[in-house]
């Protein structure tokens, strides 16, 4: 089974808040009960002493609690995976200063169930008494420690009695920010169209949470702790749809915020999501950013809460603002988990979308604990769409405390896999009793992976969906494929018809056929001035207050997009507007998804759009092109040395042939982010060069000389072998040369040759009594 963490941050601004009284603190409650819970011993089911830590935080611990007037028990298990090792906590001063310090946090958070209910859930913190969540059929109670009780009181009550008012998301038409969603390939992520699928794989988030500082009397111990106990509650609610949430931090704003939380919820939205782009996503890597606003009430118009749809990993929009109203962390956690579920690509639930009890993204609901089976189709249609891309490659086991335990499914330090139980495992790669791989695997599950072995570097893992987007390959060492990566924000795309943005080429074309389907198009310039320029729902530029604002003429192309389409098969959902102009001879088509006040427009011009020759489309402003240059930050000509482009981390990815990080030298492509873009084939290729054509060649030489050599020997033997005739006159004949030589009595006369006569040695048969032939030179 493959999971996936979510990467979240809280942001707490500078807010009012200070920790309650005992007398004050049911006064949000409509109705509670005074428990003591009473920590069981495991083994032999008895009360034991809940002041001992070592009992209180054990990985695994039991508490007995009346609830509706019976004893249930509550089963628990230390959640291991939630908070990153590395847990960061940063504050930001006026004066524009991070601070950061890393932390060790004592793990003493656990989820569960309830003893005789299948169905059950619980989520409690037991570092200051117990806090928490405890879901029982179709009721969710939350129990908190009485402050300053010394008989181990605590309150429990349904967190439908603890909302101080009704839950409302808020006007989503109000947010300045109209950023395109992370890599969805059209509307129908925001719509429940299409084939069920059923969830199989587990995702993971990891979070960052920002909050004020003047928060709990300006204690950050406390709201650190109480932001840590809020992730636990969302990854229990989570688990239901097979996501897991992971909190990688915590920033607070001391003394002043760096932005204004003042204002309708659609611009301080906007204001937080620019603000997480340029300031905190450099010091901080995460999925989503959620922000934390304190207050005594809600926005206007009961807005407690405000998202974008499907922009997990965006880093333009991967955001949302949260009220905390009433201190009540159980009932506050159900705000949150709204919002985070627009970002993960939820709507809210409409008529047939039903679950038991209340469901978490009904638009104006609270204290909701479940999620309806609408809201799981839209995730798993989220990822099917292509986004959330950043959920697919579980965090490093460094960045994760756990206490490894095999058969979770959850790969952790000292395991090479963990495919879930014996009964649940059928990877082939992993051994499910022991969590290591099978003989001879290399891995056991990723993109990278194949036939239990790591793909070599070089091969594609996720390809280019768009001119803007880059594709991905292996690196060779790893089983997962590397995050996504696409052309950095700014360039032009589409002949210089439109720039890139957020790995998209943001053609008028493009966005007709993402809202209205293949064969929509881009109406006439004239639709845009007209329209966009009366300020109604089919025509604006953003919203003041509840009111839509008319475009000013020049900035007409960056209001609603009108298109041209079959206005006899809309959206399902949508309300169609058609207008006609100049006579009836220009059609002017636009569209209302009446997604809900918390959720984005989905059909404003985005950001990267031309408008105007040399011109684009930002915050609903016809804008100089050059407000989206980045090429201070990277440019292909300087950086890239022409053979490349730059991608979203200003780094260059290089044409085939060339080698990151400049390249300005020979390689196989691709970027030291996303991989090699060719692999390598060198080594290959030189064998084959060696055993076709240079083996064959030394073969060829050896038997060639081989045979030269055998020849001249053969030859030799040939020419030194007497002839039959010779061999038979040597039988009865002298074998020996005759030489000419005369012997005198006291000395010896040699006849020799004149120098310059040739030496000729002659085989003669000589008669059986030789004659002397010598010859004696006179003196």
Not at 681 to 702: M, N, W
């Amino acid at each position: 089974m493959t999971r996936h963490f979510f990467f979240f941050i809280l942001i707490i601004p500078n807010f009012e808040i200070f920790p309650v009284q005992s007398t004050d603190q049911t006064s949000y409650l409509k109705k509670y009960d005074v428990v003591k819970p009473q920590l069981v011993h495991e083994r032999w089911k008895r009360h034991a002493d809940p002041s001992h830590t070592s009992d209180r935080h054990a990985d695994s611990i039991a508490y007995s609690v009346r609830i509706d007037g019976h004893e249930h028990v509550l089963h628990l298990t230390k959640n291991t995976h939630f908070l990153s090792k590395n847990f960061v906590v940063l504050s930001h001063d006026v004066l524009e200063k991070w601070k950061a310090h890393t932390e060790t946090l004592e793990n003493c958070h656990y989820q569960g169930h309830v003893e005789g209910y299948e169905d059950s859930l619980v989520a409690l913190s037991t570092c200051e008494g117990l806090r928490g969540i405890i879901l029982i059929g179709n009721n969710s109670y939350g129990l908190e420690p009485i402050l300053h009780s010394k008989a181990n009181e605590h309150l429990l009550f349904l967190l439908k009695d603890s909302q101080s008012e009704p839950f409302v998301c808020g006007l989503a038409n109000e947010t300045s920010s109209s950023e395109d969603h992370s890599h969805s390939a059209d509307m129908s992520m925001f719509l429940r169209v299409g084939k069920y699928v059923l969830l199989s794989y587990q995702h993971y988030v990891v979070c960052l949470f920002v909050s004020q500082f003047v928060f709990k009397n300006q204690d950050k111990t406390a709201v650190r702790n109480e932001m840590v106990q809020l992730a636990n509650l969302l990854d229990t609610y989570y688990t239901q749809l097979n996501i897991r949430i992971a909190l990688i931090g915590v920033t607070i704003f001391d003394k002043e915020n760096p932005f204004s939380v003042e204002g309708n919820p659609g611009e301080v939205l906007g204001r937080f999501v620019q603000w997480r782009k340029t300031n905190l996503l450099p010091q901080l890597r995460h999925d989503v950013g959620q922000l934390i606003v304190g207050r005594s009430g809600a926005y206007t118009g009961g807005v407690l809460g405000m998202a974008f749809v499907g922009t997990v990993c965006s880093m333009n929009s991967g955001g949302g603002i949260n009220v905390f109203s009433n201190n009540n962390l159980q009932s506050f956690s159900t705000v949150i988990a709204h919002e985070l579920g627009h970002n993960l690509g939820m709507s809210h639930d409409i008529t047939g979308c039903s679950c038991d009890g209340s469901c978490i993204m009904a638009p104006t609901a609270g204290g909701a604990t479940k999620f309806s089976g609408c809201s799981e189709r839209d995730f798993e249609r989220l990822i099917q769409r292509g986004g959330g891309t950043c959920l697919r490659n579980p965090p490093s086991q460094d960045n994760i405390i756990t206490v490894p335990r095999c058969g979770n499914g959850i790969l952790e330090n000292g395991e090479e896999c963990d495919c879930g139980t014996p009964e649940e495992c059928k990877n082939k790669c992993c051994d499910a009793a022991t969590c290591t791989l099978t003989k001879g695997s290399a891995c056991a599950t990723g993109s990278c992976c194949e036939n239990c072995q790591i793909n070599v570097a070089g091969t594609p893992c996720r390809p280019s969906i768009n001119q803007c987007d880059l594709p991905e390959f292996c690196g060779g060492t790893s089983p997962f494929c590397p995050s996504d990566f696409y052309m950095m924000d700014g360039l032009p795309c589409a002949n210089n018809a439109a720039f890139c943005f957020e790995g998209r080429c943001q053609t008028f074309d493009y966005q007709c056929k993402q809202l209205f389907g293949s064969v929509a198009t881009k109406a006439d310039d004239k639709c845009f001035s007209h329209v966009n320029t009366l300020g109604n729902t089919f025509g604006n530029c953003g919203y003041s207050g509840s009111n839509p604002k008319p475009c000013e003429v020049q900035n007409a192309m960056c209001g609603k997009v009108q298109c041209v389409f079959d206005s006899n098969h809309p959206p399902p959902g949508a309300t169609v507007s058609v207008v006609k102009i100049d006579g009836d001879k220009i059609t002017c088509m636009n569209a209302d998804f009446s997604m809900g006040p918390d959720v984005p427009d989905p059909a404003y011009v985005k950001t990267g759009s031309v408008c105007a020759p040399g011109k684009a489309c930002l915050d609903f402003t016809c804008l100089n092109s050059s407000v989206l240059d980045q090429s201070q930050k990277c440019d292909a000509q300087r950086n890239c040395n022409s053979n490349g482009v730059c991608n979203d981390k200003f780094h260059c990815h290089c044409n085939n042939g060339w080698a990151p990080p400049n390249c300005d030298k020979t390689g196989r492509g691709g970027s030291i982010d996303s991989g090699p873009a060719q692999i390598d084939y060198s080594l290959r290729d030189g064998l084959l060069i060696f055993f076709l054509l240079v083996l064959p060649i030394l073969v060829a030489l050896i038997i060639i000389l081989l045979y030269i050599f055998k020849r001249d020997s053969f030859n030799c033997c040939v020419k030194c072998r007497p002839s039959k005739r010779q061999r038979s006159a040597n039988a009865t004949k002298s074998p020996s040369n005759v030489q000419s030589t005369v012997q005198a009595n006291s000395s010896t006369t040699r006849v020799s040759t004149p120098q310059s006569m040739t030496e000729v040695q002659t085989n003669a048969i000589l008669p059986a009594n030789p004659v002397d032939t010598s010859v004696t030179q006179p003196r």
